[in-house]
């Protein structure tokens, strides 16, 4: 019978392809448009995505308002699934805000400059659109999907 002896740089060899194989069979994929200025933007589908986060939100708070009040175990756990749901599309569109708009596409303008005014409402409508979205995960009530939606209105009206 051959013994085979194990060295320590053998027994290394194998741990890190090992750790090497598991990283890559469970890396995640980034959904995030790059940092990088490469200048292949498109707007109209953040602002498309966006939307489509707030009807998520609105239908969560829906869901949510229906299953209030029953307690079997069904309903408790679609009640937690709206909710996590609601907080996870309100989270996106805050980071989507940003991340891509407010790091990529507002520019600064110095004060008492051409541009100036408009920075401010620029800047101001982004940050409607930030805490309505807050609110949302603050609330169960549809109005605040309803100033989000409003809110989100104003901003898309800088990029079309």
């Known amino acids: 019978m051959k013994r085979y002896v194990v060295t320590g740089a053998s027994l290394l060899g194998l741990v890190l392809g090992t750790t ?15 940092q990088v200025p490469c200048g292949i933007y498109d707007d109209k589908a953040r602002i498309a995505g966006l939307y489509e986060d707030t009807t998520t939100i609105t239908k969560a708070l829906k869901q949510i308002s229906e299953l209030a009040g029953k307690h079997d175990a069904q309903s408790l ?31 600064p303008v110095a004060p008492g400059t051409d541009g100036y ?30 100033a989000l939606h409003h809110a989100l209105d104003a901003l898309a009206k800088h990029y079309q």
């Open 77 to 107: 756990n679609q009640i937690t699934r709206w909710i996590t749901t609601k907080e996870a599309h309100a989270s996106h569109i805050i980071e989507v805000i940003s991340e891509y708009f407010l790091t990529q596409k507002v520019k």
């Open 117 to 146: 005014e408009a920075y401010l409402k620029k800047l101001a409508d982004h940050h409607a659109v930030m805490v309505a979205a807050m609110k949302t995960k603050q609330k169960a009530d549809p109005a605040v999907a309803d």
């Open 20 to 34: 090497a194989v598991l990283w890559t069979l469970h890396a995640e994929k980034a959904g995030a448009h790059c």
